[in-house]
Structure formats: structure tokens, C-alpha cells
């Protein structure tokens, strides 16, 4: 009988290989479950926080030494905190000046610019609850068709560039625009252009639809049984509602109303455009006196906004973890639209009306003002762009569209794996994760100007390290900007989808062998894809419609957005008093930002099939 060699000592280096390899695996494994969140937080550093702190570290020093005194300065100063800024200063002067203004009949505080600032966005908020609240309980009772449709259409708004609703409010609303055109027919003229107003109803059609999104969620979650068993034990429909449906529904709610609050105290475009100087809040007057090339000051007011809204962030997402945590196999049933009269079907006409003049009027009102010039049908100012295009202008129209979608999709090929990373960390419960995911959201609470100041200082004009002076270009600058200012809205999209994952099934996939990357990738990625795919929709059109710190970065033509090319054109001496030609370049951006979301959404849509 003939023997069998083993070659043992192939087979011990082949069991050794595959030793190393399995080493070797795990090793990879660990490093991508948590080296994507090191990466992340290592690209935050370098284009976020440390860009960002080379502007606010102004505040904290004065003549190259540490020193509170920027910041003191501001605080005391009665422009920026009114009469507070007189208590801070003299402390102990309070209460002889309380029984000073009782005894002057109490007369009107002064509340200085942060004060502004606040009551705007107040304003601003109270509209978007009084539109988003009808909305909200028209979507969430009532079935009809195509409302789905509106559903998904309520976060348009949310994602237009504010320098084109500016535009689209002026056509309007303006002195001479479409409202102004209808009311002369019966004999009336409004004055609301470059006023209070105007500003207020440009806020609430920004952020109604985020109320209406947060509510609805949050009421299709409440369970059917809970309130008829309230109507079971003889509690009234109004009393169900009260008891069951609300508390479930206020978080959410509140969460929603923390969220718009946040965005109005910041904004800017509006602002700047409707406003201007005469209406000023903090951010417009951040970016005034970064112009200026005052900043200290600039930065004192960035330090102070940033505290107050990183504490409403913080707020905020606990709020959200409250909200919308379960949901339910039997949800509230909804009721035909159609059918006989009541005040519920009512209200859905009523918003019907303020939803066409609010929402579709400005775009409407703009695209018309594009095709007309001197109260006739022309297409003047298409030709004007294309003079723009053809001639020596720096705004040129193709260079601003293929500028905006090349930046978007470097924004979004950064954004996603940020959002994401950072998601999958900071989900969960505790003290720890709430703090460090309110810390990473900072691009949402901070100011936008401030952070493009930030990249132009710290990396545009280049840093010195070991001797070598490192620097990048306006365009790489702008990108990051876009990716930091659109990955918060990745992390929220997710972070949801994250919460709903079982852990059986990824720990079914870790018993089978699996490490926790390969875990994610195939088991929980799949699971959450349509959260990622709807942030990375967010994140191309947050880019493409970004401003603030795109005016900052955008130093040249071959640099412009289309939103830059469009403030171009609003202020370009040569076009005269006529809106048409931004009129006609914002008509350009609605239809490239409109066709850019839907076609990103599409996509995601097949995931969740």
C-alpha cells in the first residue's frame, strides 16, 4: 500500500496565511467601524472647527494676548443687548433702574439687536406655526388624492435658495409686482416690499412645511386603540384628542418649532435682500462688519449667536429622541376629503387659498416677470443672459449652472459618509451621545458667514505647518462649506432609520461571522439606504441653493453659483430698475434646483420598493 506525503510545512505556513488574514480582517473591520467616525471628525477639524476657530478666537484676544475684552465690549454695548447691556455693565444699578422706568409709566425696553433678532424670529416661527399647523391636519386627516404627492412637494420649499424666494417675494409682493397688479384692478395698492412683512411671510414660506413634516410624522405614529378606548370609556372627541393624541404629537411639535426658531434667528439671505441694513439681525450684521474687516466685532456677535443656538440645537435633538420614537401597526384612519361640508373641510380650503398665494404666487410671480419687460410679453432678459454668456460679464450663466452641480456632488460625495458615520456613534441614548451629537451639528448652529470667513482665512489664504505653507483653492473651499453646512441634514434623515434597526438582525449577522462593518454593510445599510439617499437630496440642494458663506468664498466668475450669479444681477447697475433679468436667472436656478431633487429623489424611491 503506496503512503500519502502530507507537506506539513505547506500546511502549517497555509494555516498561519489565513491567521494572519483572519487578524488581518478583523483588524480592517475595527478600524472601518470606527474609522469612518474618525475620519469625519478628522475633515470637521480641518475645514470646520478649525476655520471656524481662527474667527472666533478674535473674540477672546486683544492686541495678540488673551483678553475677554472683545466680548465684554459687545455685551455692554446697548446697539447689540439694549437694556440689558446696561444691567451687565452695572449690576447693581438694576433695581434703581426698574423703579426709574416703573416710575416713567413703563415705557417701551430697548432690546438692541440680539433683541431684534429674536422678535423676528418669533415672527417668523409664529407664522410657520399658523401655516404648518392647518397643513399638518389637513395631511393628517384627510385622504385625497395626489397626497402623497403634496406630502413629498412640502420639503420644495425647504431646499429653494433664499436669494431666489427673495426674488420670487419681490415679484410679488413688491411695489410694482403681480399682487400690487391684481389689487389696481379694483382699486387698491399695498406698500409691503423691503418691509417687516415681507420678511415675515418670506420666513414662514420657508419653514411652515417643516412644522407640517414634523407633526404629521409624529400623528401617524399615535396608535387608533388608545383613542378609541378614550371614546370607549365615554371620553368626547375633542377630550380624545386632548388626551391621547396631543401629548403623543408635542414633542415633535416642539422639536419642529426649536428647529425653526433656530433657522430664523440665522437667517440671512432674506434678510440681506428684504431687508437689508434697515432690518439688520445678527447674521446680516456678522457679514456687514466682516466686510468691513472689523473682526473682532464680527466675531464677538458669531460667539454670542453661536452659544445661544448650539443650546437650542442641544435642546432640540432632545426634544426629537422624545418624538416619534414608536411606531404603530394601527394608525389614526383618515377620512375622504371629498364629502359634505364641515369646518374641518373648510379649514382644508382656507389653507388651500394661503398655501397658492404663499407658496406658488412668488415662484409664479417670478417665472412671469422673466417673460416679461415693460407689462409685455418678452424674452429681454433671457437675452440678457445670454449677452452675459456670450460677452465679457463675469456672471456668466453656464459657468454659474455647471460651477453649482459640480460643487453639489463633491458636497454630496463628502456629506453622506459624514452623515452617516456620524449617525450610526451618536445614535442611541445617553448624556454623552446627545452632548457630542449636539457638538457635531454645530455647522447647523453656526453662522454661515463666519465659517466662510473661516475657510477663506485659515485655507484659502493658506496655513504655515513645518515649514511648508499649505493653502487650496476658492472652488475646494467652497465645496467643504457646502459638505459641513449639508451633512446635519444626512445625520437627521438617518439617524431615525438607525433607531429602527433590530438588533437581532444584526446580531444574527455577528453570530454568523460577521464583524461590525461587514454587519453594516449588509445588513443595516440596506435598512437605512432611503434615509441616506433622502440626505444626500437634501444635501445636493442645500449646495445648490447655498449662499452664505458662498459670498465669502466665491471671489471670482469662474468661482460663481448660480445664487451668486443671481445677487449679481439684482445688483448690476446696468440693468436698471427692471427685476427681469434676476427674475430670469432665478427662474434658471428653480428649474435646475427642482430638477436635481426630484431626480435624487427618484433614486431613493427605488430603494424602498
Known amino acids: 500500500m503506496g503512503r500519502t506525503v502530507v507537506p506539513t510545512g505547506r500546511t502549517a505556513l497555509s494555516r498561519r496565511l489565513d491567521g494572519v488574514r483572519a487578524r488581518a480582517a478583523g483588524v480592517a473591520d475595527a478600524i472601518g467601524a470606527r474609522g469612518a467616525f474618525l475620519v469625519t471628525c478628522c475633515v470637521l477639524l480641518v475645514v470646520f472647527y478649525y476655520p471656524v476657530g481662527t474667527v472666533l478666537v478674535a473674540a477672546f484676544t486683544h492686541g495678540g494676548d488673551p483678553s475677554l475684552a472683545p466680548l465684554w465690549t459687545t455685551l455692554t454695548d446697548p446697539f447689540y443687548f439694549?437694556?440689558?447691556?446696561?444691567?451687565?455693565?452695572?449690576?447693581?444699578?438694576?433695581?434703581?433702574?426698574?423703579?426709574?422706568?416703573?416710575?416713567?409709566?413703563?415705557?417701551?425696553?430697548?432690546?438692541?439687536?440680539?433683541?431684534?433678532?429674536?422678535?423676528?424670529?418669533?415672527?417668523?416661527?409664529?407664522?410657520?406655526?399658523?401655516?404648518?399647523l392647518p397643513g399638518a391636519y389637513v395631511l393628517a386627516r384627510y385622504e385625497f388624492r395626489g397626497r402623497e404627492t403634496i406630502r413629498s412637494l412640502t420639503v420644495v420649499p425647504f431646499v429653494l435658495p433664499a436669494i431666489m424666494v427673495a426674488v420670487g417675494f419681490t415679484t410679488m409682493f413688491g411695489t410694482n409686482g403681480a399682487l400690487n397688479d391684481l389689487l389696481g384692478l379694483v382699486g387698491f395698492h399695498v406698500e409691503v416690499a423691503f418691509g417687516l412683512p415681507i420678511v415675515v411671510a418670506?420666513?414662514?414660506?420657508?419653514?411652515?412645511?417643516?412644522?407640517?413634516?414634523?407633526?404629521?410624522?409624529?400623528?401617524?405614529?399615535?396608535?387608533?386603540?388608545?383613542?378609541?378606548?378614550?371614546?370607549?370609556?365615554?371620553?368626547?372627541?375633542?377630550?380624545?384628542?386632548?388626551?391621547?393624541?396631543?401629548?403623543?404629537?408635542?414633542?415633535?411639535?416642539?422639536?419642529?418649532?426649536?428647529?425653526?426658531?433656530?433657522?430664523?434667528?440665522?437667517?440671512?439671505?432674506?434678510?440681506?435682500?428684504?431687508?437689508?441694513?434697515?432690518?439688520?439681525?445678527?447674521?446680516?450684521?456678522?457679514?456687514?462688519?466682516?466686510?468691513?474687516?472689523?473682526?473682532?466685532?464680527?466675531?464677538?456677535?458669531?460667539?454670542?449667536?453661536?452659544?445661544?443656538?448650539?443650546?437650542?440645537?442641544?435642546?432640540?435633538?432632545?426634544?426629537?429622541?422624545?418624538?416619534?420614537?414608536?411606531?404603530?401597526?394601527?394608525?389614526?384612519?383618515?377620512?375622504?376629503?371629498?364629502?359634505?361640508?364641515?369646518?374641518?373641510?373648510?379649514?382644508?380650503?382656507?389653507?388651500?387659498?394661503?398655501a397658492l398665494v404663499l407658496y406658488v404666487g412668488p415662484l409664479a410671480s417670478m417665472v412671469a416677470e422673466s417673460l416679461t419687460r415693460g407689462g409685455s410679453l418678452s424674452a429681454a432678459n433671457y437675452a440678457f443672459l445670454l449677452a452675459q454668456?456670450?460677452?465679457?460679464?463675469?456672471?456668466?450663466?453656464?459657468?454659474?449652472?455647471?460651477?453649482?452641480?459640480?460643487?453639489?456632488?463633491?458636497?454630496?460625495?463628502?456629506?453622506?459618509?459624514?452623515?452617516?458615520?456620524?449617525?450610526?456613534?451618536?445614535?442611541?441614548?445617553?448624556?454623552?451621545?446627545?452632548?457630542?451629537?449636539?457638538?457635531?451639528?454645530?455647522?447647523l448652529a453656526v453662522s454661515g458667514v463666519v465659517t466662510g470667513i473661516g475657510l477663506l482665512r485659515g485655507l484659502v489664504f493658506g496655513v504655515d505647518l513645518f515649514g511648508y505653507h499649505l493653502a487650496v483653492t476658492g472652488p475646494v473651499a467652497i465645496v467643504a462649506a457646502h459638505a459641513v453646512g449639508g451633512y446635519p441634514f444626512v445625520v437627521r434623515n438617518v439617524a431615525p432609520l438607525l433607531a429602527r434597526v433590530e438588533d437581532d438582525l444584526v446580531a444574527a449577522a455577528r453570530t454568523l461571522g460577521a464583524g461590525p462593518a461587514q454587519a453594516f454593510r449588509d445588513v443595516t445599510l440596506p435598512l437605512v439606504a432611503p434615509g441616506v439617499v433622502a440626505g444626500a437630496a437634501f444635501a445636493f440642494a442645500i449646495s445648490v441653493g447655498e449662499f452664505n458663506a458662498t459670498i465669502v468664498l466665491a471671489r471670482d466668475g469662474a468661482s460663481y453659483t448660480m445664487p451668486i450669479a443671481l445677487e449679481r444681477y439684482l445688483s448690476n447697475p446696468s440693468v436698471g430698475p427692471y427685476l427681469g433679468p434676476a427674475a430670469a436667472m432665478g427662474t434658471v436656478l428653480l428649474v435646475v434646483t427642482a430638477a436635481s431633487f426630484v431626480v435624487v429623489e427618484r433614486l431613493g424611491g427605488r430603494w424602498e420598493r
Do not use: K
Request: proline share 6%; aromatic share 8%; net charge positive.
Open 202 to 354: 418670506a420666513l414662514t414660506f420657508y419653514n411652515a412645511p417643516l412644522v407640517t413634516r414634523f407633526v404629521v410624522a409624529a400623528a401617524e405614529t399615535v396608535d387608533v386603540r388608545a383613542v378609541e378606548t378614550a371614546r370607549t370609556l365615554g371620553a368626547p372627541r375633542w377630550r380624545a384628542v386632548v388626551d391621547v393624541v396631543v401629548p403623543q404629537v408635542l414633542p415633535s411639535f416642539l422639536a419642529g418649532v426649536l428647529l425653526v426658531f433656530v433657522f430664523d434667528f440665522m437667517a440671512f439671505p432674506i434678510v440681506l435682500a428684504l431687508g437689508g441694513l434697515r432690518l439688520a439681525t445678527v447674521e446680516v450684521w456678522i457679514y456687514s462688519l466682516a466686510s468691513d474687516l472689523r473682526i473682532p466685532e464680527a466675531a464677538s456677535l458669531a460667539v454670542l449667536e453661536a452659544a445661544i443656538t448650539l443650546a437650542l440645537t442641544y435642546v432640540y435633538l432632545r426634544a426629537e429622541r422624545r418624538g416619534g420614537r414608536d411606531t404603530v401597526a394601527a394608525s389614526i384612519p383618515r377620512v375622504p376629503l371629498l364629502g359634505p361640508p364641515s369646518a374641518g373641510r373648510l379649514l382644508a380650503l382656507a389653507y388651500a387659498c394661503i
Open 82 to 132: 439694549g437694556a440689558l447691556a446696561g444691567a451687565l455693565a452695572d449690576p447693581a444699578g438694576i433695581p434703581g433702574a426698574i423703579v426709574g422706568w416703573i416710575d416713567a409709566g413703563f415705557p417701551a425696553v430697548r432690546t438692541g439687536l440680539f433683541g431684534f433678532t429674536a422678535f423676528l424670529a418669533l415672527l417668523g416661527t409664529a407664522g410657520a406655526v399658523a401655516v404648518g
Open 389 to 443: 454668456q456670450l460677452g465679457s460679464g463675469s456672471a456668466r450663466p453656464t459657468v454659474a449652472v455647471s460651477n453649482s452641480l459640480l460643487f453639489a456632488v463633491g458636497a454630496v460625495a463628502l456629506a453622506v459618509p459624514m452623515g452617516v458615520s456620524v449617525a450610526v456613534v451618536t445614535g442611541g441614548e445617553g448624556r454623552l451621545r446627545r452632548l457630542s451629537g449636539a457638538l457635531l451639528m454645530a455647522p
